[in-house]
């Protein structure tokens, strides 16, 4: 029988891998973006700037920037060195795609990737101001394989099968597939967290961005519970950690919320984050629910959340940017 014996939950984003004095670089896509999302409407750039009056300008200087990505390094780095210390035998990481794995052709609701090795590799564009200079935090540049763990996998796929949970599978990165490998929202998590020298892990990939398929809040929570007893079930590895990748509020940095959800992993309130509604878990905040079934799992297991920091990272005077949240419950 496996013990879960440790939870990480980390963001992921350019901001992270992007000289602060450069991250105007994703601040100009923002200036230029349509469709922001913000508490349950669509803004324009200009109309977002109006409706956040008086703005965040005293949160996008130089000076400002630099000491939030000096603040984030160090709660990285303890992260990684928490994963280190209790030296789990196999992870389970929950992330998402954006259409760097899947594409409109297809686009699993939940897919357990059972591959025996995980490709992650750089994905540079052409039309990607602000992404390409991040992408030396998401992969070495000559790429790198890691050890899944098919028979983890394969468990967790029947475990979840017998509670009526219906799942997508795959054991290698799709034909065509934009990014090659795995999506970014994991090779930040081996990358820059796990420093490539991962133990075998099983990624799960949640569609939280595309509708009409994404799963529900409460779902989510479900999942968590049942991935919590699959791997108590599980015969192979004797110590498993869970990790969450994503979040919190972005394009839109909305701390309120994030101190909501933030304040119900304090105390375990899976009925706080369940109440909450749909509509604001849109665009990037939508990765919040890749922390859901950690949090779920980790109240199961009875370990303690410690959070490590919140930084929000700001990149233009509409409030745009990622807020950065660095957790682990053990």
């Not at 990358?191 to 989510?220: G, W, Y």
């Amino acid at each position: 029988m496996a013990d879960i014996v440790l939870g990480i939950g980390s963001s992921h984003g350019p901001l992270l891998s992007t000289p602060p004095e450069q991250w105007d670089l994703r601040a100009k896509a923002d200036r230029e973006n349509k469709g922001h999302w913000y508490r349950g409407k669509t803004y324009d750039y200009e109309s977002l700037l109006k409706e956040r009056a008086p703005g965040f300008a005293h949160e996008v200087t130089v000076d400002v920037r630099r000491g939030r990505f000096l603040q984030c390094r160090p709660a990285l780095e303890a992260l990684g060195q928490k994963f280190n210390a209790v030296a789990p035998d196999a992870v389970v990481i929950i992330g998402n795609d954006q259409r760097e794995f899947f594409n409109p052709g297809l686009t699993p609701a939940i897919t357990v990737y059972r591959g025996s090795q995980i490709s992650n590799v750089q994905h540079l564009s052409e039309d990607a101001p602000g992404l390409n200079i991040a992408e030396p935090g998401n992969s070495p540049t000559e790429g790198a394989t890691y050890p899944g763990a098919t028979a983890l996998a394969d468990h967790i796929l029947d475990s979840l099968a017998d509670e009526n949970f219906d799942l997508a599978q795959s054991e290698q990165t799709p034909s065509g597939a934009p990014r090659g490998g795995i999506p970014h929202a994991y090779g930040f998590f081996y990358h820059t967290i796990l420093q490539d020298a991962t133990p075998p892990s099983v990624p799960i990939i949640l569609n939280v961005h595309f509708p009409h398929n994404t799963p529900k809040l409460h779902r989510c929570l479900e999942l968590g519970h049942a991935l919590y007893r699959a791997i108590k079930g599980f015969n192979g590895f004797k110590r498993v950690a869970l990790m969450a990748s994503g979040g919190l509020t972005h394009f839109v940095i909305d701390e309120d919320l994030d101190r909501t959800v933030m304040s119900a992993m304090q105390n375990g309130d899976e009925k706080a984050l369940a109440s909450l509604p749909e509509n604001l878990f849109k665009v990037g905040t939508a990765e919040i629910k890749n922390w859901y079934p950690v949090i779920a799992a980790m109240n199961a297991a009875g370990l303690k959340y410690r959070q490590v920091d919140y930084v929000p990272c700001y990149r233009s005077e509409a409030g745009t940017g990622n807020a950065m949240c660095f957790a682990y419950w053990e």
